[in-house]
């Protein structure tokens, strides 16, 4: 499969708002500590063309910040991002294409509460010339047959849909763009798990009948598996492991990722001990040197703590560890 986005580079550092006190400071000639949060730090991705790419992390590492860039919401400080070739922003700020479409966590946040559904899904297409105010209730009636819903419902608000509806919704406005790619930030994380088991049908249908690739964010490991063909772990702003599905959760090796699996429930093994990751996530806006994982890590050596490691082959998945593939 050929590339259809390319991440070089790409780092993202947020300014911390100063606070009454710095700016008092300030003004009485004291010194100012300008602080930023590190969100990602030197992150290189290729998402292929046709795949179903899954993102994993903890709260806090980055996840939502790289599909946002890679979407073209947010530019990032460093790096780049392109797009089959092109960059998804101008030098300027602009957002450069209409290919790649976002599905959000909350479909209720996401869509606006005083906007009719089928106004919402049309909004985009009309702009950007996919269709006609003529023929935009055919249109609308197309996207929201797709997603499985009705088209008769293309009147109402979204406060009278349940959440599963609201977010079958959310993914008809961002097809309806009819675009070659979806960053799917937390998109089931909402709902119950019924409802998360049929939006999760519906992205496979969706992806085998429109040819779709996906970057699909989440902290469930379990719909990763079943619905990625490759996972990509973020751990504080940093891939430190990427490969196959089956390699990466038959073998892990970082041992952030073997932590990863670890805690995940597994049925038939009988009595089990729970050992949580030790210690917490970092702060981004002072992270560790070296390894960022190193604090935390039980294989941690001297040199993790000084030297950053580069990902490197390690069986079919890439693995930024000194000490992966040690007998």
Not at 61 to 77: E, N, Q, V, Y
Not at 121 to 145: N, Q, S, Y
Not at 242 to 268: C, E, M, N, Q, W
Request: glycine share 10%.
């Amino acid at each position: 499969m050929s590339g259809i986005v390319s991440v070089a580079g790409v780092s993202k550092r947020f300014s911390a708002r100063v606070s009454l006190g710095d700016r008092i400071a300030a003004r009485l000639g004291g010194a100012v500590e300008t602080r930023g949060v590190q969100a990602l730090d030197g992150v290189d991705l290729a998402i292929r063309r046709g795949e179903a790419l899954g993102l994993v992390g903890e709260s806090g590492s980055g996840k939502s910040t790289l599909g946002r860039i890679i979407a073209g919401l947010i530019a990032p400080s460093e790096g780049r991002v392109a797009f089959d070739g092109a960059p998804v922003r101008s030098p300027r700020g602009a957002k450069l294409t209409t290919r790649v479409q976002v599905v959000f966590q909350d479909p209720f946040a996401s869509l606006d509460p005083r906007m009719r559904i089928g106004d919402a899904i049309a909004e985009g297409p009309l702009v950007h010339g996919l269709t006609t105010r003529a023929d935009a209730g055919a249109f609308v009636a197309r996207w929201l047959d797709v997603v499985g819903l009705d088209p008769d419902v293309a009147t109402r608000y979204p406060h009278q849909f349940s959440g599963g509806q609201r977010q079958r919704v959310a993914i008809a406005r961002a097809l309806a763009m009819q675009p070659d790619m979806l960053v799917c930030d937390e998109p089931v994380a909402s709902l119950d798990v019924s409802i998360q088991a049929q939006i999760i049908n519906l992205f496979l249908r969706l992806r085998r009948e429109l040819d779709l690739t996906l970057l699909f964010i989440s902290h469930d490991l379990g719909v990763v598996r079943h619905l990625c063909d490759r996972v990509a772990v973020l751990y504080l702003g940093r891939i430190v492991e990427a490969g196959p599905t089956r390699a990466l959760f038959a073998a892990p090796s970082h041992p952030y990722s073997r932590a990863l699996l670890d805690a995940v429930p597994k049925i038939g093994e009988g009595r089990v001990t729970f050992q949580a990751i030790a210690g917490e996530i970092p702060s981004p806006i002072a992270p560790p040197s070296g390894c960022h994982f190193h604090p935390r890590c039980p294989l941690a050596i001297a040199r993790c703590a000084v030297e950053r490691p580069a990902l490197r082959a390690i069986g079919d998945s890439l693995t930024a560890c000194h000490r992966a593939g040690e007998s």
